[in-house]
Nanobody
Framework: QVQLVESGGGLVQAGGSLRLSCAAS????????MGWYRQAPGRTRELVASVTETGTTNYADSVKGRFTSSRDNAKNTVYLQMNSSKAEDTAVYYC????????????WGQGTQVTVSS
């Protein structure tokens, strides 16, 4: 059983920084990717960033140049460094782990609230 535990959410002023962390545990096969989705009230869940085991990253256009995602493979942990925060970044952020083991298996964290005050 794979579990993901997030930390680091909270309140930040516009223009400020926040760092999210997500640690995965359990049977984690390769290849895999980890990253973050977010969901704001009344909106669909959207991909924010993803990182493969080799460090290849992918970002939503809305966060490029402001957010950076990285991972520590030894710790099965992914990070999201949020800089130059905007009010529109306010959402619940969900960590994910996608494993390709024949089929695709997705695992999710419980979500952490990020609120950017303007």
């Amino acid at each position: 059983q794979v579990q993901l535990v997030e930390s680091g959410g909270g309140l930040v002023q516009a223009g400020g920084s926040l760092r999210l962390s997500c640690a995965a545990s359990g049977r984690i096969f390769s290849p895999n990717a980890m990253g973050w989705y977010r969901q704001a009230p009344g909106r669909t869940r959207e991909l924010v960033a993803s990182v493969t085991e080799t460090g290849t990253t992918n970002y939503a256009d809305s966060v490029k140049g402001r957010f950076t995602s990285s991972r520590d493979n030894a710790k099965n942990t992914v990070y999201l460094q949020m800089n130059s925060s905007k009010a529109e970044d306010t959402a619940v952020y969900y960590c994910f782990l996608r494993i390709r083991n024949g089929a695709l298996y997705d695992y999710w964290g419980q979500g952490t609230q990020v609120t950017v005050s303007s």
